[in-house]
């Protein structure tokens, strides 16, 4: 039994993954600003929920943790595109405080949720974890300087440190994401008949279910230290690397009567295929779900009305840009932090 301190971890993959980890026993601490709401996550005894936020919370939290779980920040390119200061803030700064502030209090091991998005503009297909990184945005430069600062701190101390490279995400979680291809391609389909597939649709783009990733993190933090100290590993499945088109024919395929628009926009920079052998060799482990069930599932809950294509909470970038709203609205209304009481 290990007491786990999980950053963001009310957030999509986290609302997966901590009920993965209390059932493994482990006591769990999530540290969250709950941008998404908090109701994303269960009640349960071995769980304490600590509302704050990465850049300013008490070192306090970390006494006693033998894992850090890293998954905090502003999750998406335009939603860091909203404020690059900001994004620099929390997805660096916040990233490398905690890290240090686990080092400090004597964590054993660090698992920092990166993206295969520090690829970029891939060159050639089948990149692996030493291939030449090309970050085409904010977002994914801030992940591979945070793996770097990591991997020195890592080297420099006894912590055991690992960055995961996650490809992108998809699959229901309670803390639901409308705003990741797959999942956003089948809602499009279903609520309207339609997928617009943007700058080209030749480019690659690996996936992975969020029930994969949440279980990768599991296996690494459970796993010999040895196995995975100063490891960069991509987490995927290298069938799961399709070409965004290919990725819309498979869902006007999966939801019939769905029509596709090619839209005329500029080629997207990203564009990466992506060779998952590391986790398997080192972990023994590959991810269980295709696209297709991932495609069904969602589609499936949707058809049920188990989940709310229009709940804004689902889209990151509207959520962030409602939330800077609110705070810009609060601060011109309130009076002594009072509005309408
Ligand atoms: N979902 C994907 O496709 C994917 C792919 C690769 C990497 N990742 C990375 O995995 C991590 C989790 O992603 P997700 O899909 O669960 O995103 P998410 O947006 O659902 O979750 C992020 C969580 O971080 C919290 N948060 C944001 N800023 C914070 C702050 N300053 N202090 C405390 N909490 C804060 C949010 O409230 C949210 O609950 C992120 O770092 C993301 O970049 C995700």
Not at 90 to 101: A, I, M, Q, T
Not at 277 to 288: A, N, S
Not at 295 to 322: C, M, N, S, W
């Amino acid at each position: 039994m290990m007491h786990v301190l999980v950053t963001g971890g009310a957030g999509y993959i986290g609302s997966m993954l901590v009920p993965m980890l209390l059932g493994r026993g482990h006591r769990v601490t999530v540290v969250d600003r709950l941008y998404f709401g908090g109701q994303t996550l269960p009640k349960h005894p071995s769980l304490q929920v600590v509302k704050a936020d990465v850049r300013r919370v008490d070192p306090r939290v970390f006494e006693g943790v033998d894992g850090l779980i890293d998954l905090a920040g502003i999750s998406n390119d335009p939603a860091c595109e909203l404020d690059p200061e900001l994004t620099r803030s929390v997805n660096l700064e916040g990233s490398r405080r905690c890290h240090r502030l686990a080092q400090g209090a004597g964590v054993a091991r660090v698992v920092f949720a990166s993206s295969c998005s520090v690829y970029g503009h891939g060159e050639g297909i089948q990149l692996t974890e030493t291939s030449p990184l090309h970050p085409v945005s904010l977002y994914a430069r801030c992940k591979a300087e945070v793996e770097r600062s990591l991997l020195e701190l890592g080297q420099a101390t006894p912590m055991t440190v690992t960055a995961l490279r996650f490809a992108t995400v998809f699959g229901l979680a309670p803390r639901m994401r409308f705003d990741l291809a797959v999942n956003v391609m089948t809602k499009n389909a279903y609520t309207q008949q339609r997928i617009v597939v943007d700058g080209g649709g030749k480019q690659w783009r690996p996936f992975v279910h969020v029930t994969d990733v949440a279980e990768a993190l599991l296996r690494t933090l459970e796993a010999p230290a040895e196995k995975v100290r100063n490891q960069i590993i991509n987490v995927g499945n290298n069938n799961n690397n399709v070409r965004i088109l290919n990725l819309a024919y498979r869902i006007r395929d999966a939801i019939p009567g769905t029509h596709l628009d090619i839209a005329g926009s500029d080629p997207d920079l990203r564009d990466y295929n992506v060779n998952f052998d590391k986790i398997e060799r080192l972990l023994d482990w590959r991810p269980q779900r295709s696209i297709d069930e991932g495609i069904a599932e969602v589609h499936q809950a949707l058809r049920e009305g188990r989940v709310d294509p229009d709940d804004r909470r689902f889209y990151t970038l509207k959520q962030y840009v409602f939330l800077a709203e609110v705070e810009r609205t609060f601060h011109e209304v309130a009076i002594d932090g009072r509005v309408l009481s």
